[in-house]
């Protein structure tokens, strides 16, 4: 089993700046992709930024240029970098992980609890 924790939200005023964090533990031998996900109120979940285990990244176009994703695989943490942020962030982020248990496993797909952010003046 593995657990994903999630940091780092809370309010913001429009054109500031979050870093949300997500540290992943339990039974990993490695970590392909980790992503950030959103859903805002009566909305579905939607992908904002992914980052591969090579470093490769995409991001939405929403968000493109205004937030940066990156990782610590040493950590199995992946972070976001939220600039310039704009009332339409405001939403539930989710951390997500496809983790290998062991050599040669299957990939399994693992999310966190989800952190608030919210953008208002």
């Known amino acids: 089993q593995v657990q994903l924790v999630e940091s780092g939200g809370g309010l913001v005023q429009p054109g500031g700046s979050l870093r949300l964090s997500c540290a992943a533990s339990?039974?990993?031998?490695?970590?392909?992709?980790m992503g950030w996900y959103r859903q805002a109120p009566g909305k579905q979940r939607e992908l904002v930024a992914v980052?591969?285990?090579?470093?490769?990244?995409n991001y939405a176009p929403s968000v493109k240029g205004r937030f940066t994703i990156s990782r610590d695989n040493a950590k199995n943490t992946v972070y976001l970098q939220m600039n310039s942020l704009k009332p339409e962030d405001t939403a539930v982020y989710y951390c997500?992980?496809?983790?290998?248990?062991?050599?040669?496993?299957?990939?399994?797909?693992?999310w966190g609890q989800g952190t608030q952010v919210t953008v208002s003046s």
């Open positions: 997500n992980a496809l983790v290998l248990h062991r050599a040669g496993s299957f990939e399994y797909d693992y």
């Open positions: 339990g039974s990993i031998f490695s970590i392909n992709a």
């Open positions: 980052i591969t285990s090579g470093g490769s990244t």
